[in-house]
């Protein structure tokens, strides 16, 4: 009776409406901007410093389960975007529709067959990213659709591992970073146990997305934060830390002490996601300093010729492989005679031969 309640339960609040909670709480340059996924309303809060240079590169930060976009005024993340030069913007999930308050829809089987899930059959929030996307893209003078991040914590952060992937999917040189705190990446089997058993499910092989090699211009970089106090959402960080890299990709791994979602190093995560201008990848090396001109004429980089060596052995019979004086006296003796046979073979103008005994 008590399977059947909650089998009911989710029917229903799938079928339910949403009702948005985004708030920019009096944050200058703030507004909320409504949007739908086709199937709910949505919204974003979306903070645009009037000091950052234009267009501005794009941070999307997602909240953890159960949360919402209520109070995006008030994140430290405001200030970061004023000072470093980046619109900010809050995403918020369907409140009260795929569990208690914001929940991500997440697609819940994930493998190596299927990839990561992105397309509108697979998640509500695939149409919902494509809608705030294409409203920055209405103001191309002032945001910069071809620099989007993300970033946020816990089931958050899994959202930005599961969206980054699809925007890389969808466009491959619109992003090239994300950031993740507090939950990685699981693989089924692993002994790891998130909230709801994600990742462990009939079919199931990786949460929240599947990982693979990224080989176009831009890359993705991982940003892997966590604390070392974080249970099993730390063996997923540190998983994620691993599996990454071995594939390829670039990543950068910080680790503190802490709990949960605890001391946030928000300007540390933008620093690693390369928002404030830095590349997000190791920095190319600089152009190689000029070769030094060869000296003239320059030694030949080959042995002596062949009509040379014969010409001293000819002349000095038997004493060619001995590193003796007779040697060298014969040797010096028949210097002339050998140039005179070099230059008939045609020796190559400015070349140096010698000839050492053994």
Known sequence: ?????????????????????????GAAGGEVVSLSDGTYDRCISLITPSTAKTPMPI???????????????????????????????????????FGGGG?????AKITDETGTPCDT??????????????HLAKSPDKYDTSKIFTSGCSMGSAFSGYMGNCLKGWNPQQISAFATHSTGLKKKGDGVTLPDNWGECDGCQWWPFAPVKYSDTVGLKACIFDNTGDGDFYTTSKFLAQEWPELGNPSESHFASGGHCQNIPYSDIVNCLGINGASPSPPSPGPSPPTPPSPSPSPSPSGPPAACQQCFIDGCPNLHKAASTACSDCVKSHQQSCTRRLRAVSVPRGHVVVLRCI
Not at 103 to 107: E, F, L, T
Request: aromatic fraction near 8%; proline fraction near 2%; hydrophobic fraction near 45%.
């Open 1 to 25: 009776m008590r399977l059947l309640i909650a089998c009911l339960g989710v029917a229903a609040a799938l079928n339910g409406s949403n009702t948005p909670k985004c708030s920019v709480n």
């Open 59 to 97: 941070l999307f930060w997602f909240h953890g389960a159960g949360g919402n976009a209520a109070n995006c005024g008030n994140e430290q993340l405001v200030s970061i975007a004023e000072s470093t030069g980046f619109a900010f913007i809050c995403g918020e999930a369907t409140q009260d529709v």
């Open 103 to 107: 929940q991500w829809n997440i697609p």
């Open 121 to 134: 059959a697979d998640s509500v929030e695939v149409n919902y990213m494509q809608a705030a996307i294409a």
